[in-house]
T-cell receptor, first 111, second 113 residues
Framework: RKEVEQDPGPFNVPEGATVAFNCTYSNSASQSFFWYRQDCRKEPKLLMSVYSSGNEDGRFTAQLNRASQYISLLIRDSKLSDSATYLCVVNGGSSASKIIFGSGTRLSIRP | DGGITQSPKYLFRKEGQNVTLSCEQNLNHDAMYWYRQDPGQGLRLIYYSQIVNDFQKGDIAEGYSVSREKKESFPLTVTSAQKNPTAFYLC????????????FGEGSWLTVV
């Protein structure tokens, strides 16, 4: 089983739709969690951190479920500019080798 | 202008040649990392450094070497021993490895010709 797993997609949804991604992780001792966005042939950029209480930033909402060991990202009222690959990142401890990146979920928003 | 600067952005290498990718940061971050990304794949850790003059191997260190003589700089050398070096290389930093956000440079595309 991979340490961090994401559905690779692609998810192809119409503009204005709500879309949700999940990411599961295997290390129950993982300490911090993030969602990154990566555009084609560009570097990943931090989208948001994920907290147990959940957090929201505009149209984006991230949730952490420690009991089931998954994090989620919800995008409401999707825009064409949301088309990208979304990477789940899990930090399992005090060593850099414990920072694990998912392979990413591709999202394509159509007009 | 603050941030992480990688150079060159595009590099072509002949088989058997060593090449060095530069990474410079002015964020005053302690930790620096090198990742490799292949098409459709996740990021894989090559090397990381938590302090000056110290670095550790990541998951795929074979065929690569690094140095950390200055806090600001963490160059990566891709040696001829790396059998399949064509990839996207990303340098990253964080102010400490544990629980902190990672920030990336714009990346370097290496192609073996």
């Amino acid at each position: 089983r991979k340490e961090v797993e994401q559905d690779p997609g692609p998810f192809n949804v119409p503009e204005g739709a709500t879309v949700a991604f999940n990411c599961t992780y295997s290390n129950s001792a993982s300490q911090s969690f993030f969602w990154y966005r990566q555009d084609c042939r560009k570097e990943p950029k931090l989208l948001m951190s994920v907290y147990s209480s959940g957090n929201e930033d505009g149209r984006f909402t991230a949730q952490l479920n420690r009991a089931s060991q998954y994090i989620s990202l919800l995008i409401r009222d999707s825009k064409l500019s949301d088309s990208a690959t979304y990477l789940c990142v899990v930090n399992g401890g005090s060593s850099a080798s414990k920072i694990i990146f998912g392979s990413g979920t591709r999202l394509s928003i159509r007009p | 202008d603050g941030g992480i600067t990688q150079s060159p952005k595009y590099l072509f290498r002949k088989e058997g040649q060593n090449v060095t990718l530069s990474c410079e940061q002015n964020l005053n971050h302690d930790a620096m990392y090198w990742y490799r990304q292949d098409p459709g794949q996740g990021l894989r850790l090559i090397y990381y450094s938590q302090i000056v003059n110290d670095f550790q191997k990541g998951d795929i260190a074979e065929g690569y070497s690094v140095s950390r003589e200055k806090k600001e700089s963490f160059p990566l050398t891709v040696t001829s021993a790396q059998k399949n070096p064509t990839a996207f290389y990303l340098c990253a930093t964080s102010d400490r490895p544990s629980g902190n956000t990672i920030y990336f440079g714009e990346g370097s595309w290496l192609t073996v010709v």
